[in-house]
Nanobody, 121 residues
Framework: VQLQASGGGLVQPGDSLRVSCAAS????????MGWFRQAPGKEREFVAV????????YYADSVKDRFTISRDNAKNTLYLQMNSLKPEDTAVYYC???????????????WGQGTQVTVSS
């Protein structure tokens, strides 16, 4: 199983950015998919999750109304659209696959390698 995250970069506060996660080696449409992030010196934290069929989503309070998680099961790809970015959003963003629709990292079986998002002026 491979989860390949991409699309990170350096942006200014208030900018938008979309990160993607290409999945292979698993039946993508049967897994809930989540995004997590880890800032320097901090623990990994939940960002968002989307159910198997794109019908249910759940967000951390810190990103609600700014970030949108989506998936394209035909392309085996997960997305995270990030708007109104803040310096505190700076982190490595990881995608992950779980058999349960959950915000709990321990429920996730497969993890990608992460993509760096830096928000700075």
């Amino acid at each position: 199983v491979q989860l390949q995250a991409s699309g990170g970069g350096l942006v200014q506060p208030g900018d938008s950015l979309r990160v993607s996660c290409a999945a292979s080696g698993l039946t993508f449409s049967t897994y809930a998919m989540g995004w997590f992030r880890q800032a320097p010196g901090k623990e990994r934290e939940f960002v968002a999750v989307i159910s198997w069929v794109p019908g249910s989503t759940y967000y951390a309070d810190s990103v609600k109304d700014r970030f949108t998680i989506s998936r394209d099961n035909a392309k085996n790809t997960l997305y995270l659209q990030m708007n109104s970015l803040k310096p505190e959003d700076t982190a490595v963003y990881y995608c992950a696959a779980a058999e349960a629709y959950s915000p709990m990292a321990r429920q996730y079986r497969y993890w990608g390698q992460g993509t760096q998002v830096t928000v700075s002026s």
